[in-house]
């Protein structure tokens, strides 16, 4: 069984990895991002998002509902329903559902985001969780029947509440709950790049070990990112695979090794 992490940037192939997936025949579980639709429907709609970033240094969207309200629409509307348009015609009896549905992700909402702001230090309260757990019952079953889960935000809190919450993070309940053979992470680059700004620069090998000393040289979202591939290996992954998910065949390139294999 897989995991596999779709990237939400405007030049992600949603097309070459679902066809490389129903050629696998390998029953897998989808979780899909849609940050550059999110942000085009924020444009249309004169809607300004707000990114801040925590004392430690790690770089999040302020969600308010304005926010959780373009979610529903980007993510658990358009981005979600088009990727399972896209298994649909190659094969794959795909069921798109957010974390708030059945609450198959369910979380708690953060306490506050602090934040320095002129000289200050405040603290900002939002729609924004960390997932606690997952519902695998009801996954499992969708799996156990030849369905294809497509996951995406929000997810659900404590009391009900629809809350955004990282996919990395979903990412990691889910493989605590599974144990997936592989989990592979598609994104906007080559793979995990040493130097950001350099495409030249990809890591092909990246023992867990290294990874806290990547996180300490890294800065925003990708600080994040680091951390949430550290607790993704705490939760028991073995094999991680980041890939460029702008190619062609995104899942064929990965599995021949043109990514950052982590193990």
Not at 67 to 85: C, F, H, P, S, T
Not at 118 to 137: C, E, H, I, Y
Request: charged share 25%.
């Amino acid at each position: 069984m897989w995991l596999v992490k779709i990237g939400g940037g405007a030049a992600i192939n949603a097309e070459g990895i679902v066809k490389d997936l129903a050629g696998a025949g390998e029953p897998c579980i989808l979780l899909h991002g849609a940050n550059a639709f999110r942000d085009d429907l924020a444009r249309s709609l004169g809607v300004e998002k707000r990114t801040v970033t925590s004392v430690s240094g790690y770089s999040s969207v302020l969600s308010d509902e304005t926010v959780i309200d373009l979610q529903m629409m980007a993510y658990a509307g358009l981005r979600n329903k088009r990727i399972v348009e896209l298994c649909q015609r190659h094969g794959l009896n795909a069921v798109g559902l957010s974390g708030l549905d059945g609450r198959i992700v369910q979380g708690r909402r953060n306490a506050g985001i602090r934040v320095r702001e002129g000289g200050k230090t405040l603290m900002l309260r939002d729609f924004s969780g960390k997932p606690q757990s997952v519902n695998a019952d009801l996954l499992r079953l969708l799996l156990e029947h030849g369905y294809t889960p497509v996951l995406c935000v929000p997810i659900v809190d404590e009391n009900g509440f629809a809350v955004n919450s990282e996919n990395d993070d979903i990412l990691n309940v889910l493989a605590a709950a599974f144990k997936p053979d592989k989990i592979f992470q598609f994104l906007e680059a080559p793979g995990f790049l040493a130097d950001k700004d350099n495409p030249d620069s990809l890591v092909r090998i990246l023992p867990r070990s290294e990874l806290a000393r990547y996180e300490a040289r890294v800065e925003g979202r990708m600080k994040r990112k680091m951390l949430a591939l550290r607790n993704l290996f705490d939760a028991g992954a073995t094999s991680v695979i980041i890939a460029d998910g702008r190619v062609e065949r995104p899942l064929k390139e990965a599995m021949e090794g043109k990514g950052t294999v982590i193990q």
